[in-house]
């Protein structure tokens, strides 16, 4: 059974910083996805199995950084410069994969979801 828990969502102001964390019970391919009412679920940002491979959507490149600590199976997204449109519930996704996917359809697991509010 794959269970992925998140933590660290919250309210910040414009410019400010959050990092989100998500606790997976294995080893997996993992991604951050976000959606917002009536919205499907838009990625943010994918690694790899290992770490080494790294991906982000246009919106968050140069202020979103995705990691992972492989000691402690958990995965990472820390978020600088937050704008009002990065509000939005975040969720961790895991494929058993060697490679992440862009597309929430190729996860099988995910997430409760985190709430990001970013106030103007």
């Known amino acids: 059974q794959v269970q992925l828990v998140e933590s660290g969502g919250g309210l910040v102001q414009a410019g400010g910083s959050l990092r989100l964390s998500c606790r997976a019970s294995?080893?997996?391919?993992m991604a951050w996805f976000r959606q917002t009412p009536g919205k499907e679920r838009a990625f943010v940002a994918g690694?790899?199995?290992?770490?080494?491979?790294?991906d982000y959507a246009d919106s968050v490149q140069g202020r979103f950084s995705v990691s992972r600590d492989n000691t402690k199976n958990t995965l990472y997204l820390q978020m600088n410069g937050l704008k009002p449109e990065d509000t939005a519930v975040y969720y961790c996704?895991?494929?058993?994969?060697?490679?992440?996917?862009?597309?929430?359809?190729?996860?099988?697991?995910w997430g409760q979801g985190t709430q990001v509010t970013v106030a103007s």
């Open positions: 294995g080893h997996y391919t």
């Open positions: 690694i790899n199995w290992i770490g080494g491979t790294t």
């Open positions: 996704a895991a494929r058993f994969d060697y490679m992440f996917s862009s597309s929430p359809r190729d996860y099988n697991y």
